[in-house]
């Protein structure tokens, strides 16, 4: 599992990459601009993923949820101010951050204890909750591209099989 975990999470990283590359192709106004959605901007959107990541590697990295999720609080208007530029540097450090955390193989079958404010006490490994990690970005990029669509543009393929063609595939 660790290995996959960790491939996964660099599927993660070129997801989201494909998504600011795409992003910043439209008009700079998209990315703040009101829609009609789960979120009410996009640039809410990838700060709401950002904040969320941001937690889950400071709780891999042995702080509570409560303190990760106070961050994410105290940082959430800022981050939801910040330009398409900014926020794709704050997606680049923090995948930085988790790769060089990743690639210390045993990191990802460290045992974890999280304490939920509203639902117990989950006793689980990082390398179990790294694909939620992903899934949730993987979520919510799917609400990138419903909004970009609901505002007259296409989004940017991310799926997986299609990662994994473009990283796999060899040249002719």
């Not at 599927?11 to 106004?29: G, H, S």
């Not at 829609?35 to 959107?45: D, E, G, N, W, Y």
Request: proline letters at 3%.
């Amino acid at each position: 599992m660790s290995d996959f975990a960790f491939k996964l999470y660099e599927y993660n990283v070129w997801a989201n990459q494909q998504i600011f590359n795409r992003l910043k192709e439209l008009p700079k106004e998209i990315y703040h601009q009101e829609i009609q959605s789960v979120f009410p901007s996009i640039s809410h959107v990838l700060s709401h993923v950002y904040l969320s990541d941001l937690g889950w590697i400071e709780v891999f990295s042995g702080k509570t949820l409560s303190d990760a999720l106070a961050l994410a609080e105290q940082l959430k208007e800022q981050t939801e101010a910040k330009e398409i530029e900014e926020m794709e540097d704050l997606f680049l450090r923090l995948s930085e951050r988790y790769i060089l955390f990743l690639q210390q193989k045993e990191q990802l079958n460290k045992p974890l204890q999280i304490q939920n404010p509203s639902s117990g006490i989950m006793k689980t490994t990082v390398s179990e909750l790294l694909p939620h990690v992903v899934n949730h970005g993987t979520y919510h990029r799917g609400n990138i591209t419903a909004m970009l669509r609901q505002a007259g543009y296409a989004s940017a393929p991310t799926d997986y099989g299609l990662y994994l063609f473009m990283t796999k595939t060899e040249k002719a």
